[in-house]
């Protein structure tokens, strides 16, 4: 079983979410994501500034077996990406959950993260998955 | 849930991520795909293709049998101890398998074919061998390990008994069978090393043996890698039953000479051969960012194609090569395309350019990078 920290929020496509508490949101990938794609070469990251709706392809994460779209959890503002990640995609496989942090947005409406799933509700999700 | 080789156990043990592969639950990766690539580019791996079926081919009719089943010929490997690559083609100059054929015995060939294509392949040559003296047996409980690297030979000696000096004496393609095992200085990988067959009942003893000398599982993801970038074809996308072998890149695989060799498919290679292929294949190096995949549209840079399926050109493999750092991929296209290209990617036309391969062999880079 995967790691999944009791702190964090999930989506079913397997981004995880900080709520920061200044009004930003950090976006990642789960353990268990980065397991199933594999070895990262690359990850491609917007501009800071632009803006997304819940849903929104923002990014796009690729590895050795494929590429995989990342999604806005919440709509929002991108206001600062992981830089480190251009030259070290591997970050996010080594330490999904800390140095392999993705993007920040600073989000609309903080009521938008209730819609958001627990750990244990997405834990559900990755053993539906696994089997 | 798939089939088991005998070496399941450990790969459960090792922590390996199991894939369905041609039926069977094959370890894809042990963690770190691109670690283990370098392991094999670097040190030593070793991969369980027990999946992978050995067939003996003897009688007093072998070598005639194969000499017709095969287009490359075995005539080649008339010294005991030789090995060939070869594709066996259909009627139609198609190919139904790429295999490697090892010359063990005076009478004695023993041939390993590809998982997927195993069952097919038996079929096949069941029904050809009736007008020759020859049996075709199944190495039934058999497992094969493949130990690659330039360090694999070295390690093996921890395996290898009495044969050890005879084992090491074994130059590049050439095999020997000992006792029930054999083992042939081939592989997949662009490196040194030894495909090892033997029976499933000593696999773990084997295997535990490799890791205690220091050589590392590999799984079936980096093998993709490393052949790739080794510019190896895999069955199934460089080549299929639909596909010559002279449009894969294996022209020199068939041999046309002697004229009066009768092998299945000749006609039709003569035919395609005389009218002028007009595919080829070629390596691609991604210029931009992303990774080449497998059934990308590839076109001519400058061309204005729209639609993807009129481009000509196809992507039969690709991948992120670990040794070369860069996205590379092999292609059928028009045989007149050199140089510069555009692959689709995710909707995108992206630059890249042709080059020749192998991408790398024996740890090092052979292509032009920047």
Redesign the interface.
């Given at each position: 079983m995967s790691e999944i920290p009791k702190d964090l929020s999930y989506t079913k496509t397997h981004e995880w979410v900080s709520n920061d508490g200044d009004g930003t949101i950090t976006i990642g990938i789960t353990e268990y994501a980065q397991?199933s794609l594999?070895?990262l070469?690359?990850v491609?990251l917007p501009e800071a500034g632009s803006k997304f709706a819940a849903g929104d392809a923002v990014a796009?994460v690729?590895s050795?077996?494929?590429?995989s779209d990342i999604y806005a959890p919440v709509e929002g503002e991108i206001v600062e990406i992981n830089e480190d990640l251009e030259e070290s995609p591997?970050r996010v496989?080594e330490d999904p959950f800390g140095q392999g942090w993705l993007f920040k947005m600073s989000i609309v409406d903080p009521e938008h993260l209730a819609d958001l799933l627990d750990a244990e509700a997405y834990g559900e999700i990755v053993e539906a998955e696994q089997d | 849930m798939g089939k088991h080789t005998p070496l399941h156990d450990e790969h459960k043990t090792a922590g390996a991520?199991l894939v369905d592969f041609a039926g069977w639950d094959m370890p894809?990766?042990y963690g770190?795909?691109?670690a283990e690539h370098n392991a094999v580019r670097e040190s030593a791996g070793m991969f369980d293709v027990s999946h992978m079926r050995p067939v003996d081919v003897e009688g007093a009719d072998a070598r005639d049998f194969l000499r017709h089943v095969l287009a490359n010929d075995v005539a080649k490997i008339d010294t005991v101890g030789r090995a060939l690559y070869t594709c066996m083609l259909n009627t139609r100059g198609g190919v139904i398998d790429d295999l490697i054929v090892y010359h063990l015995g005076e009478t004695w060939y023993r041939i390993v074919v590809n998982a997927a294509t195993a069952d097919k392949d038996l079929g096949w040559l069941h029904s050809l061998a009736s007008d020759y003296e020859v049996t075709v047996t199944e190495f039934e409980d058999s497992s094969i390990i493949a130990v690659q690297g330039p360090e694999a030979r070295e390690k093996c000696r921890a395996v290898l008994g009495a044969a050890e000096d005879e084992v090491m004496d074994l130059a590049p393609f050439r095999a020997l069978a000992v006792g029930n095992w054999s083992i042939g200085r081939t592989g997949y990988t662009g490196e040194d090393g030894f495909e090892i067959v033997l029976p499933a009942a000593e696999a773990v003893d084997t295997w535990q043996a490799l890791a205690a000398a220091g050589v590392q599982p590999i799984g079936l993801?980096a093998r993709d890698?490393l052949r790739l970038e080794a510019g190896l074809n895999l069955y199934g996308h460089e080549m299929d039953e639909d596909v010559t072998p002279l449009a894969s890149g294996l022209g020199w695989t068939v041999a046309f000479e002697p004229a009066a060799r009768d092998f299945v498919g000749r006609d039709a290679l003569e035919m395609a051969r005389d009218a002028g292929n007009a595919h080829k294949l070629v390596g691609l190096v991604l210029d931009a960012?992303?990774?080449i995949?497998e059934g990308a549209a590839v076109r001519r840079a400058g061309d204005e194609a729209g639609a993807e399926e009129s481009t000509g050109g196809e992507v039969t493999s690709g991948?992120?090569g670990?040794t070369v750092q860069r996205?590379i991929g092999l292609a059928r296209v028009p045989v007149d395309w050199e140089g510069a290209v555009e692959v689709s990617l995710?909707g995108k036309w992206r630059a890249a350019h042709i080059v020749s391969y192998p991408f790398v062999r024996h740890g090092k880079i052979r292509i032009a990078l920047d």
């Open positions: 397991g594999g070895d070469v690359f491609e796009v690729e050795v077996k494929a590429a591997e496989n | 991520k894809i990766n770190s795909q691109i993801g890698t960012r992303g990774v995949r991948s992120f670990p996205s995710r």
